[in-house]
């Protein structure tokens, strides 16, 4: 089995509220261990668990930023709209441990990168409602680099700041349809006329709808350590790829957390809305 090596940037988390503007370092860097549960990919029952090394880089550069809203290009912002050029990343799967996929090639990891436009709907000192529309391109990275078509994300996220156990928390809650091309549908759900059996006929997907996606984070970042709690439901009810010889259920489970203590830090300090 290939061994699975994670850094987790902050994009799962939510930390405390920035609705008023505060001075924070320019960089931080955060340590610490992380764990997951989730299925290997929407539609098959077999899962997978392990524990990684959490790393949280954090940077507030003018331009590059790494932070709670994860790795990405900041092009442009104002009160209202916001638009990054982001990435996004997919573990790679060993074909091995997935009954329906046994004889099949191993699945790539998976980066995808492309704009994100966020536009805010409501915003207060503790609360916030907001639009993100993602529209991504993808690259199998690993054995070799292979298109890996285009997806298209688009999500509602409400953000609630709390305080709970003496600490500042925030509870971030996003839902929203998952839509991919053929390309993108291939890498996980395609079957080449090579690997054909008598219980898996071949299959060319086409480009629509991946599935739903619910996304909970209940998130606590202080000076000196950041708490993440994870929960992420998928359905792909009525998706293009429902009927692919790989799929055997309609949803999927993602749960995880992470602690990191923030080790280093900047002596440097920016101001942060």
Known sequence: MKIVLAAFTSAVVFTASAAQAERLPVYELGIGPGAIYQNYYLGTKDTRSFAFPAIVPIYRGETFKSDEEGARAQLFKDDKYKLDLSVDFNLAIDSEDIRLR?????????????????????????????????????????????????????????????????????????????LGTSDYHAVYY?????????????????????????????????PKRITSWFLRYENLSGAAI????????????????????????????????
């Open 190 to 222: 395609g079957v080449d006329e090579a690997f054909v059996t008598a219980d898996r006929e071949a299959y060319d997907p086409d480009g629509g709808l991946t599935g739903y996606r619910f996304l909970a984070t209940f998130t606590s970042k202080t």
């Open 102 to 178: 046994e004889g099949m090639p191993d699945i790539d990891s998976v980066l995808q990168i492309g704009p994100s436009l966020q536009i805010t709907l409501d915003k207060n000192a503790d609360r916030e409602w907001r639009i993100r529309l993602p529209l991504r391109f993808g690259s199998t990275i690993g054995s070799d680099f292979e298109t890996a078509g285009f997806t298209f994300s688009p999500d509602i996220t409400y953000l609630r700041d709390l305080h709970f156990a003496g600490s500042p928390w925030r509870l971030g809650l996003s839902a929203g349809p998952q």
């Open 242 to 273: 429902e009927d692919s010889p790989l799929v055997e259920q309609s949803d999927g489970w993602t749960v995880g957390f992470i602690y990191s203590v923030l080790l280093f830090k900047s002596k440097k300090l920016v101001e942060v809305e």
